[in-house]
């Protein structure tokens, strides 16, 4: 009797909804916490959450036309293309998730919200409203924390398992 080995299962028509579904919960606080900014507070203006942490943390209202650090300024449009592929990359590849990677879909959809959540600004202002203000840090959004830290999960993810980097062809890469 010959043995196969059984392929991992993809994430199918309902797992595949698990992507919209949760990067439109990023998608949607990304974009609300934007507009309590935009409606709360003048552009460039301070508040301190609390004066003890006046050293540390602020809410300041910028806008930024460039990527992320405000490299590449005023290149929205290009930004804007690269931010479409990338939608679309992650959308083709979630199709081939193992219905149990469920870090690696939670990063994927944190990924796409927050690609999606710049790229809305980019379209509807020109520029991405920023506000969260380390003072040690250029000032960055909720939708940069989603995309810093599923890109962050992701490598989490194929750290725990460097031998997928030499799986064959037919076999899920990570």
């Known amino acids: 009797m010959e043995m ?12 595949w909804l698990f992507l919209p579904a949760l990067a439109l919960v990023f998608l ?7 507009h309590l900014v935009v409606t709360h507070l003048d552009l460039y203006e301070t508040r301190l959450p609390t004066p003890a942490l006046a050293h540390l943390f602020s809410f300041t209202y910028v806008t930024n036309t460039g990527a992320a650090f405000g490299f590449f300024q005023n290149g929205s449009a290009v930004l804007v293309i ?22 690696l879909k939670i990063s994927l959809a944190m990924q796409l919200g927050g690609a999606l959540g710049n790229l809305l600004d980019r379209v509807r202002l020109g520029y991405v409203v920023d506000f969260m203000d380390f003072h040690m840090w250029p000032v960055f959004n909720f939708a940069d924390t989603f995309i810093v830290v599923g890109v962050g999960l992701l490598a989490y993810r194929l750290l725990l398992h460097p031998r997928a980097w030499s799986a064959g062809a037919d076999e899920f890469p990570i």
Not at 4 to 15: D, L, N, S
Not at 28 to 34: H, N
């Open 4 to 15: 196969h080995e059984a392929k991992p299962q993809t994430a199918g028509w309902r797992g």
């Open 28 to 34: 949607a606080f990304d974009q609300f916490t934007k």
């Open 82 to 103: 690269v931010a479409v592929v990338v939608i679309a990359a992650i959308a083709l590849y979630f199709r081939h998730v193992p219905g149990d990677e469920w870090l």
